[in-house]
């Protein structure tokens, strides 16, 4: 992700897109309203009966999570006092594997992430095997940065938001995002 970051930062390129807001990027772009949510789930798997309502909840759970992923002050703080039980692992695919097999019982992933996760590396037996409990462990707003080094941004970014307040009252905005994730779904 730096990588992105870095590009936006030194003029090769106006902006970058969607990333999760914080101080720091303020500091360095001008920042969009939100473009779309971003929502961590945890997905079990079917024949596991699961339910939970707060991060406590999840301390009898083996969970994977895969490494550098933030979860949240909650289940980050819960972590690191050892109240939950959490094995990182460098992948999301690894960490279907494991769920898959039975080896733990949850894995918190960005929803959207996890149905394309899923789909290149997973066989439909294996997605029917899945599915993931409604309430969500982190949401977060993305938002396009634009760098405040490129002159004529600040006006591009003002463009920007007026045309996507446009698409949001149109209801485009909800139908071009039900149209990019209806093939990524844990359906064969």
Do not use: C
Request: proline residues 4%.
């Amino acid at each position: 992700m730096g990588a992105f970051i870095a590009v936006g930062t030194k003029r090769k390129r106006n902006g970058t897109a969607v990333w999760l807001n914080n101080r720091e990027r303020e500091e360095t772009f001008f920042v969009s309203d939100p473009v779309v949510e971003n929502g961590f789930y945890l997905f079990h798997r079917k024949d596991y009966l699961f339910d939970w309502r707060q991060v406590s909840d999840l301390d009898k759970q083996r969970i994977v999570g895969t490494r550098g992923y933030d979860y949240g002050d909650a289940f980050q703080q819960a972590e690191a006092k050892g109240q939950l039980r959490v094995n990182r692992v460098t992948s999301d695919e690894t960490a279907f594997r494991q769920l898959i097999a039975g080896r733990v019982d949850v894995f918190p992933v960005d929803k959207v992430v996890g149905f394309d996760t899923l789909h290149q590396y997973f066989n439909a037996a294996d997605r029917a095997k899945l599915t993931f409990h409604p309430q969500p462990l982190r949401l977060d707003s993305l938002h396009l940065l634009m760098s405040r080094e490129v002159p004529g941004n600040a006006e591009l970014m003002a463009r920007f938001n007026q045309g996507l307040a446009q698409l949001r009252e149109s209801g485009k905005v909800t139908q071009y995002l039900l149209e990019i994730q209806q093939p990524l779904s844990l359906n064969p």
